[in-house]
């Protein structure tokens, strides 16, 4: 079956200005139906894909509407600069079909498109359509002739999914809902689509309600439908940046084109209200506070991670700014951004809470350990044990953590009305020895992962007596064990 290329035929049969352009993919790409049934209007360029989009950009000039045909990769980052001005900027009628999305080749690194979204969003008229199954593909076919202008086409090669009916309509700017849910929100596109579907399906199994929207157009993207979604998930995607891009090195403040395109992701999360977070450390940290205040991104809405080397006139910034604070003592360590300054940031009173950040840097998320890391940080800073106290950082670990990122009157606290996690830890092990009149100081102090006997979150018990309830370790465990054979195979 090779739904686009007989669409593309039965397309160029009701309309004499269709013209299919290849690159030695003939039937890899199914236009080899094309080339058979309307040989001459097909052009095989060979393998010379910047000739190939220079050609097109000619003949759409001469007023034909031309199909351009390879793998993804090669209709995109080889050709990159062709695209750009031989066809996007003069908005002529090229339509881009790239085969083979993402790692789905069998051919490895060279041939695996795993950029080519990013690449075609940013050119200036190009639209950007990433297909689920066979019915959006077919349609795919006609709504790009009709449109008028550049278009990318992101297509699987081989087995072709069908996943809509045959009246499900594919819309430029459309996104559609393919599974109702108020708990979670999945938003997919291209072939992950049915995997969104398979995860929904198998979290439903374990009683989560969870949304699947397929978002078949990229640019322009369904931007009210998204917010429409997850306007009241519990969970969401969020903007976090590695530092602010265009900042790199000490000093270096102008106004960049990176610093634009941040500029206007910023202001995207912000019409979206997702949360964001900027990570400030090492080398360039001072630069990047800086150019964060100097061009009015620092808000109330901004989570800055780190920031272990803040000075007296930083530490006002971010209290007029109203932006909170994520420290991560276990990365900032391990990457040498310096001793965190927990004692500092409590008596300017900011927002405040504590994370581990990376697992891969961290190397475990073991929360009763970040607070006991903290407790002797301070301690050794101020040369006095007693200058943190347990409640303190249990309630940065809980309550204040949730202010931190305005999640308090949600989470955070045990209080009627919230959906508070509850954590109950067994005093009978050997290393739970009391030593206090406080229990919180047995909890920094002395706790670990091994004396969680019960959790509870948001009234589902997900662990009692010390075992998982919602998940089989030794599957977890065997799959993962699995996984780790097969890497060490492939690159051995």
Same mark, same amino acid.
């Given at each position: 079956?090779?739904?686009?290329?007989?669409?593309?035929?039965?397309?160029?049969?009701?309309?004499?200005?269709?013209?299919?352009?290849?690159?030695?993919?003939?039937?890899?790409?199914?236009?080899?139906?094309?080339?058979?049934?309307?040989?001459?209007?097909?052009?095989?360029? *060979? &393998?010379?894909?910047?000739?190939?989009?220079?050609? %097109?950009?000619? #003949? /759409?000039?001469? @007023?034909?509407? $031309?199909? !351009?045909?390879?793998?993804?990769?090669?209709?995109?980052?080889?050709?990159?600069?062709?695209?750009?001005?031989?066809?996007?900027?003069?908005?002529?009628?090229?339509?881009?079909?790239?085969?083979?999305?993402?790692?789905?080749?069998?051919?490895?690194?060279?041939?695996?498109?795993?950029?080519?979204?990013?690449?075609?969003?940013?050119?200036?008229?190009?639209?950007?359509?990433?297909?689920?199954?066979?019915?959006?593909?077919?349609?795919?076919?006609?709504?790009?002739?009709?449109?008028?202008?550049?278009?990318?086409?992101?297509?699987?090669?081989?087995?072709?999914?069908?996943?809509?009916?045959?009246?499900?309509?594919?819309?430029?700017?459309?996104?559609?809902?393919?599974?109702?849910?108020?708990?979670?929100?999945?938003?997919?596109? *291209? &072939?992950?689509?049915?995997?969104?579907?398979?995860? %929904?399906?198998? #979290? /439903?199994?374990? @009683?989560?309600? $969870?949304? !699947?929207?397929?978002?078949?157009?990229?640019?322009?993207?369904?931007?009210?439908?998204?917010?429409?979604?997850?306007?009241?998930?519990?969970?969401?995607?969020?903007?976090?940046?590695?530092?602010?891009?265009?900042?790199?090195?000490?000093?270096?403040?102008?106004?960049?084109?990176?610093?634009?395109?941040?500029?206007?992701?910023?202001?995207?999360?912000?019409?979206?209200?997702?949360?964001?977070?900027?990570?400030?450390?090492?080398?360039?940290?001072?630069?990047?506070?800086?150019?964060?205040?100097?061009?009015?991104?620092?808000?109330?809405?901004?989570?800055?991670?780190?920031?272990?080397?803040?000075?007296?006139?930083?530490?006002?910034?971010?209290?007029?700014?109203?932006?909170?604070?994520?420290?991560?003592?276990?990365?900032?360590?391990? &990457?040498?951004?310096?001793?965190?300054?927990?004692?500092?940031?409590?008596? /300017?009173?900011?927002?405040?809470?504590?994370?581990?950040?990376?697992?891969?840097?961290?190397?475990?998320?073991?929360?009763?350990?970040?607070?006991?890391?903290?407790?002797?940080?301070?301690?050794?800073?101020?040369?006095?044990?007693?200058?943190?106290?347990?409640?303190?950082?249990?309630?940065?670990?809980?309550?204040?953590?949730?202010?931190?990122?305005?999640?308090?009157?949600?989470?955070?606290?045990?209080?009627?009305?919230?959906?508070?996690?509850?954590?109950?830890?067994?005093?009978?092990?050997?290393?739970?020895?009391?030593?206090?009149?406080?229990?919180?100081?047995?909890?920094?102090?002395?706790?670990?992962?091994?004396?969680?006997?019960?959790?509870?979150?948001?009234?589902?018990?997900?662990?009692?007596?010390?075992?998982?309830?919602?998940?089989?370790?030794?599957?977890?465990?065997?799959?993962?064990?699995?996984?780790?054979?097969?890497?060490?195979?492939?690159? /051995?």
């Amino acid at each position: 079956m090779k739904p686009y290329g007989a669409a593309l035929v039965r397309l160029a049969r009701s309309r004499t200005d269709i013209v299919c352009l290849g690159a030695d993919l003939t039937r890899q790409t199914e236009t080899d139906l094309f080339r058979d049934q309307l040989p001459d209007r097909f052009f095989n360029i *060979g &393998m010379a894909e910047a000739n190939m989009v220079g050609i %097109a950009g000619g #003949l /759409a000039r001469a @007023g034909r509407t $031309v199909y !351009v045909n390879t793998f993804g990769v090669f209709a995109t980052r080889r050709c990159f600069d062709q695209l750009a001005m031989a066809v996007s900027y003069p908005d002529l009628n090229v339509k881009v079909v790239g085969f083979m999305p993402g790692i789905s080749t069998p051919g490895g690194p060279s041939h695996q498109a795993i950029d080519d979204i990013a690449l075609m969003r940013v050119l200036p008229n190009m639209k950007v359509l990433d297909l689920a199954d066979a019915t959006e593909i077919v349609q795919a076919v006609d709504l790009a002739a009709q449109e008028r202008g550049p278009v990318y086409l992101r297509l699987k090669r081989g087995e072709i999914p069908k996943i809509f009916s045959d009246d499900h309509v594919l819309e430029l700017g459309k996104a559609n809902l393919v599974r109702d849910g108020d708990e979670v929100v999945l938003i997919a596109s *291209g &072939m992950m689509v049915p995997g969104a579907i398979a995860a %929904a399906e198998f #979290l /439903a199994v374990y @009683g989560f309600s $969870v949304a !699947v929207l397929s978002s078949p157009s990229i640019k322009p993207l369904d931007v009210a439908s998204v917010t429409r979604l997850v306007g009241g998930a519990p969970l969401t995607l969020g903007l976090a940046w590695r530092g602010l891009p265009g900042i790199e090195n000490s000093g270096e403040r102008q106004r960049s084109a990176s610093l634009n395109v941040a500029a206007f992701e910023l202001d995207t999360a912000r019409r979206l209200c997702l949360p964001i977070s900027v990570h400030v450390g090492g080398e360039t940290a001072e630069s990047q506070f800086a150019a964060l205040a100097e061009l009015d991104m620092l808000r109330s809405d901004v989570q800055l991670v780190h920031m272990t080397g803040v000075n007296v006139l930083q530490f006002r910034e971010i209290k007029r700014s109203g932006a909170s604070v994520a420290l991560t003592p276990l990365t900032e360590l391990r &990457m040498g951004y310096g001793f965190t300054r927990l004692g500092e940031f409590l008596d /300017a009173d900011v927002r405040l809470g504590i994370g581990i950040d990376s697992n891969a840097l961290a190397g475990h998320s073991n929360p009763f350990a970040l607070m006991r890391l903290l407790r002797l940080i301070e301690a050794g800073r101020r040369k006095d044990e007693t200058v943190i106290s347990a409640r303190s950082l249990l309630a940065l670990a809980t309550i204040d953590g949730a202010r931190a990122v305005k999640l308090d009157q949600e989470i955070g606290s045990i209080t009627p009305g919230k959906k508070a996690d509850l954590i109950m830890l067994n005093p009978n092990a050997w290393n739970m020895g009391w030593f206090s009149e406080d229990p919180a100081d047995l909890i920094v102090d002395a706790a670990g992962p091994e004396n969680v006997d019960t959790v509870i979150v948001d009234g589902i018990l997900v662990k009692h007596k010390g075992r998982l309830t919602l998940v089989d370790r030794d599957q977890v465990l065997g799959g993962a064990k699995t996984s780790i054979s097969n890497i060490v195979r492939r690159v /051995a």
